[in-house]
């Protein structure tokens, strides 16, 4: 009977150095998911945002918690605004492109499969801006650019009735396709210009 006893026990206080271990870990990734956030609403385009803590169990406890889909969010966040920084020469601007390129298709994934309503509306709404946005410069596909942006505003506002920003992008933009003699005469005064909203990044921890 003691020779099963000591596996026992030993096996035991394994099981409590796994979950001791996770338990670690879980906190690690909360304390970075939340420190990071705030980094994020000072410097958007810090280096290493969200990262995975080192040490045994970090991946696992990821996992566990299910913090996958809130960092991709947050990593297309991120991507938005490095598309809107100023390039002062050739590599900038390839740089600030290719961001361009891995924030519309990350925004694009991310409104269509996010489980998250708010994530799927936000990140639409982004994607939306950056088809218009893209439309002003664009020359033989601006009609088809400012379509698509209409269509993503429209998804933005189906995923979440809350997402005002998108419902105003929509209108603001509806209207700006219109003729002039069809305009409504209580239009949203951003109908002379981009007047887009949403751009700006969310609070600390949203969306976790």
């Keep these: 009977m003691r020779a099963l006893r000591i596996p026992l026990a030993m096996l035991l206080a394994l099981a409590a150095l796994v979950v001791l271990v996770l338990a670690w870990q879980v906190h690690r990734w909360q304390s970075t998911m939340r420190d990071d956030d705030l980094t994020f609403q000072v410097t958007p385009t810090a280096k290493g945002l969200w990262s995975t803590p080192s040490g045994p169990g970090a991946l696992f406890a990821k996992r566990m918690i299910g913090v996958g889909d809130d960092l991709e969010f947050r990593n297309a966040e991120q991507l938005f605004v490095q598309v809107h920084l100023g390039a002062n020469d050739y590599a900038e601007e390839t740089q600030r492109l290719a961001a361009f390129g891995r924030a519309q298709s990350s ?19 982004l994607l939306g801006i950056l088809l218009w946005e893209n439309a002003a410069s664009a ?8 379509q698509q942006s209409v269509e993503a505003f429209k998804s933005a ?8 920003d998108a419902k105003y992008n929509l209108e603001v933009l509806s209207t700006l396709l219109q003729s002039p003699g069809d305009r409504r005469v209580d239009a949203p005064e951003g109908a002379g210009g981009s007047g887009l909203r949403g751009a700006g990044v969310g609070g600390p921890g949203k969306g976790y």
């Design 157 to 164: 506002v189906r995923a979440s009735a809350d997402e005002d």
């Design 107 to 125: 925004l694009e994934s991310l409104a269509r499969r996010d489980p998250s309503a708010s994530r799927r509306a936000r990140s639409a709404n």
């Design 139 to 146: 020359q033989d596909n601006s009609t088809l650019l400012l």
